[in-house]
């Protein structure tokens, strides 16, 4: 099916809903601290080129102790923790196809529950443009992916080598399936993936539709707005998230803010808030790979220093609850109210402490209401962009866990294990 990108024009007046832009509490930024902090993560050839990015929770259905954390790791794949934050597998991503191709590079994971009689995975594989799909039992994945899977977004190799593939990635189960949304790296493009059955116990997976989001703004004073990166790229969305019992999804554009939409891509999207530098001028400068900004206009929100990265949701009774984002600009995270017009409610860091470093410059994250081992009021766990203690030349990252008790009464939120289970 043909992408719908007739929803929207070059340019887009946006409107920002729900009070969104209410001024951040005088109280300022809470803090809250890791009480897990998984092994140290090295993006070099001695670590194998392991880089942290996002996080995904899988519940044990027979014991929720033995439930563990699943995380991506760049051209490294996937590593499975227990919620110790120990190590207890680790998958590689494929190999290149060809000697001059990508090689695979797990970028974003989420879990689906109930696929047949299975609980799976999924992984967008940036490197080569596709699906990887893992079958959890006990806590162990099996790789289960089709191998005739198709790419997702391109249609030949050379196209996958230009590195418009696969990106961001959420689940979403509802009457009809189960599916993947997916982004595309630096388009705005978000693709609704069906995943199928396959001979053999493997699982296929089929594009069903793509929505395309603005790439420019009409901005207050007449003036239009694009994002400044470099020549070609569009702004691009990685972090998302679907509300499992509203069918709606989050998708957070990085440099532009946070998006609420239908989970099946039909409708016009609503963008809930806006980047602090949202409308701010740029002139990219191709030697330093960098952009030049320029003045501020003042239209931007005041809650997401770019890059606006993951988005999860904290589940309560009777459709209430917290939409979460993490604030990359500034190590941040912002909380919203997941019911109504998503009004914001509050800033938190996760800080250092006791031997455990805090949480930089975060990409994914994850949160769930249900009782995990030590975490018996929930428990978010957080990508770490920047490691501690520092190596010389070493970039370094890893993931956090920490209590959802610490963060609610920090910011006076509510903890209700009664809410969604992703078993239910």
């Known amino acids: 099916m043909r992408p719908l990108s007739g929803l929207f024009l070059a340019t887009l007046t946006i409107s920002l809903i729900g009070g969104a832009a209410v001024p951040a509490s005088s109280s300022g930024v809470a803090t809250v601290y890791p009480q897990v902090e998984t092994p140290a993560l090295y993006d070099d050839e001695a670590g194998g080129n392991a880089n942290g990015d996002d996080p995904a929770i899988w519940v044990d259905p027979h014991d929720s102790d033995d439930s563990v954390v699943i995380g991506t790791a760049k051209e490294a794949g996937l590593f499975v923790y227990d919620l110790d934050g120990r190590q207890v597998q680790h998958l590689p991503a494929p190999a290149a196809p060809g000697p001059d191709d990508e090689v695979g590079r797990f970028n974003n994971v989420d879990v689906a529950y109930g696929f047949g009689d299975r609980d799976l995975a999924v992984v967008s594989d940036r490197g080569r ?179 606006a990265e993951g988005l999860t949701i904290y589940y309560r009774e009777d459709g209430k609850g917290y939409l979460l984002a993490s604030s990359q600009g500034d190590s941040t995270f912002a909380v919203y109210r997941r019911e109504g017009s998503n009004s914001y409610l509050g800033q938190f860091r996760v800080g250092e402490k006791n031997g455990r470093d805090g949480v930089e410059h975060s990409d994914g994250s994850t949160v769930l209401n249900v009782p995990l081992g030590d975490f018996d009021e929930g428990l978010f766990v957080a990508h770490d962009g920047e490691n501690t203690p520092a190596e010389p030349d070493r970039e370094i990252t890893g993931f956090k866990f920490t209590k959802w008790d610490d963060i609610a009464d920090k910011l006076d939120l509510d903890v209700d294990t009664d809410g969604w289970d992703p078993r239910d």
């Open 129 to 307: 443009d596709q699906l990887r799909i893992y079958a959890i039992s006990h806590g162990r994945l099996t790789d289960v992916t089709d191998p005739a899977a198709p790419f997702v977004f391109n249609s030949t190799q050379e196209q996958v080598d230009d590195k418009e593939t696969a990106y961001g990635l959420a689940t979403w189960t509802d009457s009809t399936g189960t599916y993947a949304l997916v982004s595309r790296r630096h388009r705005t493009s978000v693709g609704l993936v069906k995943l199928l059955p396959k001979p053999g116990g493997k699982v296929g997976y089929q594009l069903v539709r793509t929505l395309d989001l603005p790439a420019s703004f009409a901005l207050p004073n007449g003036q239009s707005w694009t994002p400044c990166d470099e020549p070609g790229v569009q702004p691009q969305v990685e972090g998302m998230v679907v509300d499992q019992e509203k069918d709606v999804l989050y998708a957070a554009q990085e440099d532009v803010g946070i998006w609420r939409m239908r989970a099946d891509l039909t409708g016009t999207p609503v963008l809930v808030d806006k980047t602090k530098e949202f409308g701010v001028p740029g002139t990219y400068d191709a030697e330093a790979d960098e952009c030049t900004p320029g003045a501020d206009p003042g239209y931007g929100g005041t809650h997401l220093a770019a890059d």
